[in-house]
């Protein structure tokens, strides 16, 4: 199975800031990546998949990048609806595997 | 607008089944994919499996592989997925989400609210 490794595993930051989060694949995926946003106590939301293509109806303050086994979640300046945990997923080989899973908490 | 609207709520004993369902609307269930993924309690996604709506074709995770059994009714626009021999670590919330593709599993776009599957004595 691929295994997919996010960090950090949780980070604090401030309504404005720029944050990054990482994903690395323990081989290549190609560009068969997606991200998702889960709230508490609520389903994950879709935000980005072929490594850089928002949803739907995504703030252009969420970007993605990457290509192979090392990818990156950006959100420009981080909004008050953002505090949350970020999950990756590769679906270029199966079976379908997550990250760990970041969490982004108010600094 | 896209709906996948799930199943309530369900406590089962071990050694039960659970079939949970996944009702579509805003959408043809048949020009799409549907995958099914599990979260324990506070812990990470995991994914299952996968249907493809138009052929019936799935793919299930080995872990699960012989006790799953994902299926739609494109009558009922209705996918489902049904757990057998159950244990305490298949308690977790189960999501339905939709995906794009009904020849290989993709990216998902919309996800259902999510059913809690509590398995206990």
């Known amino acids: 199975d691929i295994q997919m490794t996010q960090s950090p595993s949780s980070l604090s930051a401030s309504v404005g800031d720029r944050v990054t989060i990482t994903c690395r694949a323990s081989?290549?995926?190609?560009?068969?990546l997606s991200w998702f946003q889960q709230k508490p106590g609520k389903a994950p939301k879709s935000l980005i998949y072929?490594?850089?293509i928002l949803q739907g109806g995504v703030p252009s303050r969420f970007s993605g990048s990457g290509s192979g086994t090392d990818f990156t979640l950006t959100i420009s300046s981080l909004q008050p609806e953002d505090f949350a945990t970020y999950y990756c997923?590769?679906?270029?080989?199966?079976?379908?595997?997550f990250g760990q899973g970041t969490r982004v908490e108010i600094k | 607008q896209v709906q996948l609207v799930q199943s309530g709520a369900e406590v089962k004993k071990p050694g039960a089944s659970v079939k949970v369902s996944c009702k579509a609307s805003?959408?043809?269930?048949?020009?799409?994919?549907i995958s099914w993924v599990r979260q324990a309690p506070g812990q990470g996604l995991e994914w299952m499996g996968w249907?493809?709506?138009?052929?019936?074709?799935?793919d299930y995770a080995q872990k699960v592989q012989g006790r799953v059994t994902m299926t739609t009714d494109t009558s009922t626009s209705t996918a489902y997925m049904e757990l057998r021999s159950l244990r305490s670590d298949d308690t977790a919330v189960y999501y339905c989400?939709?995906?794009?593709?009904?020849?290989?599993?993709?990216?998902?776009?919309?996800w259902g609210q999510g059913t809690l599957v509590t398995v206990s004595s």
């Open positions: 989400a939709r995906s794009p593709n009904t020849v290989v599993v993709t990216q998902v776009d919309y």
């Open positions: 805003g959408f043809t269930l048949s020009s799409y994919g």
């Open positions: 081989q290549g995926i190609n560009n068969y």
């Open positions: 249907i493809s709506a138009f052929n019936g074709n799935t």
């Open positions: 997923q590769q679906y270029n080989t199966y079976p379908i595997t």
């Open positions: 072929g490594a850089s």
